[in-house]
């Protein structure tokens, strides 16, 4: 069964705290990606990759960054959370760009 | 650019009823269509696709045509269930891109 799992389910952060977001998947997939959601806005891609050091910004990079130094993990980093940075992060991965994504379970992430 | 736009929700049905989910699209070339369901405390997981004009796709009861025409792929259901409650999302890919997202739509079924 494919598993794309996140690394907390819930986090409460401070301003100005770095904060990091795990994201494991075990299919073997080459991509993978980053998304915030939001109420009334949906999904939004922040960063996606491609390939195992490789990124691409997605519609939103601003106050983010990635790593992805192997291939099953992609880290998404807050260097300075904010709170207009409180929101829902789901990690996906596919085999193929713009094929059928799965998704994790998602982090809800507060910034006070 | 791509779009993708989705009726507004929450949706409220009675158990048994009827359900549709407008959908429609602005893309270039000829994209794919696609319905994610994401229900509560959960990623999104696909519920169905379709990849050229005239398919419809179709699973666990829902089905969507892909009209060219009118570009739309609204998300029918012939008999909801409380357990398809969920948030339903319509995305589209076109050649070379990156999936786009509608806002989603709530559903909530009464029993």
């Known amino acids: 069964d494919v598993k794309v799992t996140q690394s907390s389910r819930y986090l409460v952060k401070r301003t100005g705290e770095k904060v990091f977001l795990e994201c494991v998947q075990d299919?073997?997939?080459?991509?993978m990606f980053w998304y915030r959601q939001d109420p009334g806005l949906g999904l939004r891609l922040i960063y996606f990759?491609?390939?195992?050091?490789?990124?691409e910004k997605g519609d939103i990079p601003e106050g983010y960054s990635v790593s992805r130094e192997k291939k099953e993990r992609f880290s998404l980093i807050l260097e300075s959370a904010s709170t207009n940075q409180t929101s829902m992060y789901l990690c996906?991965?596919?085999?193929?760009?713009?094929?059928?994504?799965?998704f994790g379970p998602g982090t809800r992430l507060t910034v006070l | 650019g791509n779009s993708v736009t989705q009726m507004e929700g929450p949706v409220t049905l009675s158990e048994e009823a009827f359900l549709t989910i407008n959908c429609t699209y602005t893309?270039?070339?000829?994209?794919?269509l696609f319905w994610y369901v994401q229900y509560p405390g959960e990623g999104l997981q696909l519920l169905l696709k379709?990849?050229?004009?005239?398919d419809k796709g179709s699973n666990k009861g829902f089905e969507a045509t892909y009209r060219k025409e009118t570009t739309s792929f609204h998300l029918e259901k012939g008999s909801v269930q409380v357990s398809d409650s969920a948030v339903y999302f319509c995305?589209?890919?076109?050649?070379?891109?990156?999936?786009?997202f509608g806002t989603g739509t709530r559903l909530a079924v009464r029993p």
């Open positions: 299919m073997d997939h080459e991509n």
């Open positions: 379709a990849t050229k004009a005239d």
């Open positions: 893309a270039t070339g000829y994209p794919s």
């Open positions: 995305a589209l890919k076109s050649s070379g891109d990156k999936l786009t």
């Open positions: 990759s491609y390939d195992v050091k490789m990124k």
């Open positions: 996906a991965s596919s085999l193929n760009l713009g094929w059928e994504q799965y």
